[in-house]
């Protein structure tokens, strides 16, 4: 079956960096799409970073809040994505998950913390 499990997470200073990794299975990973989203208290969940499968050429789009901040890659031998996070400040804090759609179904990881805070 489909398994996304996120990693990476911790508590950082302001200006700080963190690298999340989503290591994926049950499925060809480097077919699909990946997504990293986060969610904040309070907050709705909002799509954060997306890289497009291998054949597509792996292009990374990024939200306005993250561009030039945070990079998002992919392993294909290794079945995992990243997201590295440079420069963070304390509205990234939430709890950021990897989703993954295939047939018309949404799979997402169990989420990994990160808090930004002095």
């Known amino acids: 079956q489909v398994q996304l499990v996120e990693s990476g997470g911790g508590l950082v200073q302001p200006g700080g960096s963190l690298r999340l990794s989503c290591a994926a299975s049950g499925f060809t990973f480097s077919n699909y799409a990946m997504r990293w989203y986060r969610q904040a208290p309070g907050k709705e969940r909002e799509l954060v970073a997306t890289i497009t499968s291998a054949s597509a050429g792996g292009s990374t789009n990024y939200a306005d809040s993250v561009k030039g901040r945070f990079t998002i890659s992919r392993d294909n031998a290794k079945n995992t994505v990243y997201l590295q996070m440079d420069s963070l400040k304390p509205e990234d804090t939430a709890v950021y998950y990897c989703?993954?759609?295939?047939?018309?179904?949404?799979?997402w990881g169990q989420g990994t913390q990160v808090t930004v805070s002095s």
């Open positions: 989703k993954v759609t295939m047939a018309g179904r949404s799979y």
